[in-house]
């Protein structure tokens, strides 16, 4: 059925890294959507592929990288089939990025007004003097105090806080359809987070922006989110609606990111955390690639991938403890299930 909401279909997406040991697939089948205006969140520990997920949609991988396989359409257009100059159009007209740390992203020997000038004269038809009067515009919506001051700042002379705003003002400056905004308030401290957060959950009501919010902090996720993607080891290993995945996570990787976070209510101080880090793409194991964590691997999982399969509607997991429900588990896994008391493993059985 057509989906006249739908604004970015990834379809199948694969990026892969030349290394020593031959091609390495960062990201590896990936799919999801996302509709205009909706808030979607990625999650996932670092290394997972999140990252070279959103530089794969915007043709930003650079070599060793490279989009491999699968399709990226944005509005129904193939992005493959767009040059290089069809693509910087694109991006700041209708999609914009914004990074974890703003001071990689701007110019150290520009004023943050020029900068953001420049983007507004590359993407609009507009004067020199109109172009600077809408950066003042942007930095007051952005609530920069004494705006017509701060434009003509240096990036070195304002607070990380002031720097991700400005690079939000700049992302925003030409009303994109979809924001891309990777571990955005990361690097900035817990006051100023929430008032990031509040920033761009209010432009997105205003301007119907979509985000991708890239993150691995499930308070912004809880915060932020209508639907959450939930990748693992270059997979996406379970996705559905915000509200759903924090009350019921299906996958043992969710259960166990859920278990992570501190409790501000209960007197635990031991942190429940994933044994384990996330495997390199060079040293995948074979089958679930989550299997030398997961505290539920049994001999299937060891051997075979399983599939991403719709559990209900809009809702998807990847793990053959949900392969259809119990019966196909076997002996082992339902032994092994029964007599594990972490990650919900109650739930599951
Ligand atoms: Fe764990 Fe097996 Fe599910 Fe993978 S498929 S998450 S190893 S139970």
Redesign the pocket.
Known sequence: MHNENLLLDVQNLRTCFQTDQGEVAAVDGVDFKINKGEVVAVVGESGCGKSVTAFSILKLVSRPGKVTGGKVLFEGKDLAQFSDQAMQKLRGNDISMIFQEPLTSLNPVYTVGYQISEVILLHQKLTQKEAREKAVDMLKKVNIPRADKVVDSFPHELSGGMRQRVMIAMALSCNPKLLIADEPTTALDVTIQAQILELMKGLRNDFNTAIMMITHDLGVVAEMADRVIVMYAGKVVEEGDVFTLFKDPK???TKGLMKSIPKIHELKVELESIRGTVPTPSNMPKG?R??PR?P???EK?VEQP?KLLELKPEYFVS???HDGGEVNLDDELAKRAASFTGYGAEKIL
């Open positions: 996958h043992p990787y679930c989550f299997h997961c539920l691997a049994a999982c399983p793990c053959w403890l």
